[in-house]
């Protein structure tokens, strides 16, 4: 997930430290956190918020393609 955050970062023109500062957070903070890819599903929701995206998760199985 970090690598997407960083990818969404870059073509929203958004550094790590105005990206912390819109999620209420220190950079080291979300440093740490891009570094270990380690993001609560309400702080990934909160971080597409900021980056003025949708965050969607689901579950697809594998033999019908169906979504939970």
Do not use: H, W, Y
């Not at 960083?6 to 740490?32: D, E, Y």
């Not at 380690?38 to 689901?58: M, V």
């Amino acid at each position: 997930m970090a690598e997407k955050i960083k990818f969404v970062m870059i073509r929203r023109n958004m550094t790590t430290t105005a990206l912390a500062q819109a999620i209420n957070t220190s950079p080291a903070n979300l440093s740490n956190k891009l570094r270990r890819d380690d993001f609560r599903e309400s702080e990934l929701r909160e971080i597409a918020k900021a980056l003025n995206c949708t965050f969607e998760s689901n579950f697809v199985l594998n033999d019908s393609g169906a979504k939970f």
